[in-house]
């Protein structure tokens, strides 16, 4: 079951501004992970932060989670036209099966 | 490295047939791997979970005599979509999630394929 709500559902800015992206979940997680994809194609990796890390970066990638108000958000700086994807966060819990969020849709324009 | 691929990438079928998509790991070995489901502009829905040389655990709501999954070794997994209807048309992805030893938590995903029965 889909435990992961995203917001905002789809978000359209200018080449070189900042994406922020959030997820909330509703369990006890072991982890959060997200995960970018392209139109018509599989997933990609982006980042994993464990539920005792608050902030990860990765690149142009921050990643935070608060787990007391059971949230994460994802922050894309100096974005660039090829960010252009759906990106999605998934949480773990024990058995490391992966529920996804809905995901947010972002457009970066040239 | 941790590369999975996913055959057929496309495959259109008509209703009533079989239709079989591969999953491979290919430069690790898999414990195990993952079964999704994806509906245009939606998430992913997980079907069922492999282990290699057990049988297939599926989510609530996944019948497991529709979509028959084999884990034959530990680089590859397949799907079946038996009876294939129109409403089985999707896009479908798999996962691997790499042996104790390296990073578990980690699930490299395939490119999909996507299935259309007329």
């Known amino acids: 079951s889909q435990q992961g709500e995203e917001d905002p559902q789809a978000l359209s800015i200018q080449e070189g501004e900042n994406a922020t992206m959030n997820c909330s979940y509703k369990?006890?997680?072991?982890?959060l992970q997200w995960y970018r994809q392209n139109s018509g194609r599989g997933l990609v990796h982006l980042i994993l932060?464990?539920?005792?890390?608050r902030e990860k970066h990765s690149g142009r990638l921050r990643v935070t989670l608060d787990t007391s108000k059971k949230s994460s958000s994802l922050l894309i700086t100096a974005s660039r036209a090829a960010d252009t994807a759906s990106y999605f966060c998934?949480?773990?819990?024990?058995?490391?099966?992966?529920?996804f969020g809905a995901g947010t849709t972002v457009t970066v324009r040239a | 490295g941790a590369v999975v691929s996913q055959h057929p990438s496309r495959v259109i079928c008509k209703s009533g047939t079989s239709v079989k998509i591969e999953c491979r790991s290919l430069d690790f070995q898999a414990t195990t791997m993952f079964w999704y489901r994806q509906f245009p502009k939606q998430s992913l829905m997980l079907m069922a979970t492999?282990?290699?040389?057990?049988?297939?655990?599926?989510e609530q709501g996944v019948e497991k005599d529709k979509f028959l999954i084999n884990h034959a070794s530990l680089t590859l997994s397949t799907l079946t979509v038996t009876s294939a209807h129109p409403e089985d048309s999707s896009f479908y992805i798999c996962?691997?999630?790499?042996?104790?030893?390296?990073?578990?938590?980690?699930?490299?995903f395939g490119p999909g394929t996507r299935l259309l029965v007329l």
């Open positions: 996962s691997a999630r790499v042996k104790a030893g390296w990073i578990q938590e980690t699930q490299y």
């Open positions: 932060i464990r539920s005792n890390e």
């Open positions: 369990t006890s997680i072991n982890n």
């Open positions: 998934a949480t773990a819990v024990n058995d490391y099966k992966l529920s």
């Open positions: 492999s282990n290699e040389g057990s049988k297939a655990t599926y």
